[in-house]
Nanobody, 117 residues
């Protein structure tokens, strides 16, 4: 079993920055990849960024150049550094882990990010 706990959301003005953290616990050696998704009201959940067990990263076009995913293996934590935030970045951000042989999805509880003047 893998558990994910997110932190770092909040209210920020346009152009501001936030860093989200996702701490993994439990059977962390079964984690293949981790990522951040977001879901805005009335919209589908979308992949924002991901990082593989080998360290390869992916960033959605909408956040490329503004958001950076990284991880600290010693702390079993994945980060999403968000800069130059825009109102359209407002959403609940969820941490995700792909676990085990069948790439089962494990989700965190979500953290709200609101970008508003």
């Amino acid at each position: 079993q893998v558990q994910l706990v997110e932190s770092g959301g909040g209210l920020v003005q346009p152009g501001g920055s936030l860093r989200l953290s996702c701490a993994a616990s439990g059977n962390i050696f079964s984690i293949n990849a981790m990522g951040w998704y977001r879901q805005a009201p009335g919209k589908q959940r979308e992949l924002v960024a991901s990082i593989s067990s080998g360290g390869s990263t992916y960033h959605a076009n909408s956040v490329k150049g503004r958001f950076t995913i990284s991880r600290d293996n010693a702390k079993n934590t994945v980060y999403l550094q968000m800069t130059n935030l825009k109102p359209e970045d407002t959403a609940v951000y969820y941490c995700n882990a792909r676990v085990g042989r069948y790439e089962n999805d494990v989700w965190g509880q979500g953290t709200q990010v609101t970008v508003s003047p």
